[in-house]
């Protein structure tokens, strides 16, 4: 069984940054794939990033260009660097370990217990 728990959310002004990090407590390297999701009061817990063992990355649409994932197999860590942050992005930010080749909109696999991330000013 693994466990995932997240860190590095906030309360950060429009415009800031925030790393977020994911700690496995099993090894995550034979995972197809880990991936970051959010979800916003009111809304569905949506995709932010992706990333599979093979190195393929997906971001949404909406933080193409302000989001970068990782993983680090030796850490049994995932990574979600978050720059120009908008007050749009505030919700409860998701860690996931995904064993097999689901596809993204599938809430699939092991999931973190939540950080919460707030942009305001």
């Known amino acids: 069984q693994v466990q995932l728990v997240e860190s590095g959310g906030g309360l950060v002004q429009p415009g800031g940054s925030l790393r977020l990090s994911c700690s496995a407590s099993g090894s995550i390297f034979s995972f197809f794939a880990m991936a970051w999701y959010r979800q916003a009061p009111g809304k569905q817990r949506e995709l932010v990033a992706g990333i599979t063992k093979g190195g393929s990355i997906d971001y949404a649409d909406s933080v193409k260009g302000r989001v970068t994932i990782s993983r680090d197999n030796a850490k049994n860590t995932v990574y979600l660097q978050m720059s120009s942050l908008i007050p749009e992005d505030t919700a409860v930010y998701y860690c996931?370990?995904?064993?097999?080749?689901?596809?993204?909109?599938?809430?699939?696999?092991?999931w973190g217990q939540g950080t919460q991330v707030t942009v305001s000013s």
């Open positions: 996931n370990g995904r064993p097999n080749d689901v596809g993204w909109r599938f809430l699939y696999g092991y």
